[in-house]
């Protein structure tokens, strides 16, 4: 039987929450304090309608404080502009796209927050019902073990080969790869590896919080279309409702169909270039801070790293040192590359 378990680590600017299935992370939320409740998934709130599109069958909603979502409607069901209405969050913006709302009824009065999302405690324990919630040094190593996961292009599988996940604009495309896994009978072999190509893909798309069009590339032919089918539904159960999923096809893929709910976690850590932004580094480098001061009780510490870091950790640093004292500092190093992060004695 399968065991979910569900840690918090809190830190200076952002907490970090992990779900692990089986020991492995299988879900990651992010949250800074900068972050918009108005865009999390499950805020709900009265919404202004900005402007309809017919042909698209979507409106555009102000959510107050220049916060904006669509609303997709029925062509019964069409709102009316200027309208206020009752809505829910339920997929949060991505790069280039709005956060989707659902319709909850009429409302009055100008756009705000009615009920703020639920808190990332609550999050964790609606996925895993009854399990413990772990904080500390434990939920710390566990959120960066989940963090280096999800940033992965390539993931091994149980008894071999190799699973590769690579977003693009259209879809995500997940090719099944034998790898280095070994056995007599080939169709055995390409048969299980296509098997636990999907409860690892599952897990992985739900730690990289993706969602969407899926395109499964399986290895070798032949491939036995119901057993397949079976073990997708069963992997991708914890996504539903949303979920769809095809029959294997002439060319070897199986398409799955995705609900997107939550922002891409590469999407919260890094660029549009896929590096890691100066935001994630210098959250980084406070988390090394926070762990070295806990470590070195009366060491004066500093944290060096590159200027544009530098200048987003101060503020964070500053309030680290509430709870250690004036013995934090930054020091932005001009010659440093992007992504050195150091911490030592001053």
Known sequence: MSERRIFLDRSVGESRAVVTLDGQPERLIIRRDEDNLRLRLGARLVARVASVEPALATAFLDLGEGAEAILPFKHDARPVRGAAVEVEI?????????????????AEGSPRLLHSPPDLADEVHAIARGAELVEGREARQAADEAEAAALEVLHPLPGGGVLAIEPTRALTAIDVDLGERKGADAKRVTRQANLAAMAEAARLLRLKGLGGIVVIDLVGRGHDGNALMAAARAAFAPDNPGVAIGPVGRFGTMELALPRRVRPVDEVLCDPDGSLSERTLAQRLVRQLESEAQAQPAARLVGRCAPGVALIAQPLVRRLCERFGARLSVEALPAAG?????????
Not at 90 to 106: F, T, V
């Open 90 to 106: 339920r997929s949060e913006p991505r790069r280039g796209k709005l956060a989707i709302a659902r319709p909850l009824g009429p």
């Open 338 to 346: 992007r992504d050195r992060l150091e911490v030592g004695r001053s």
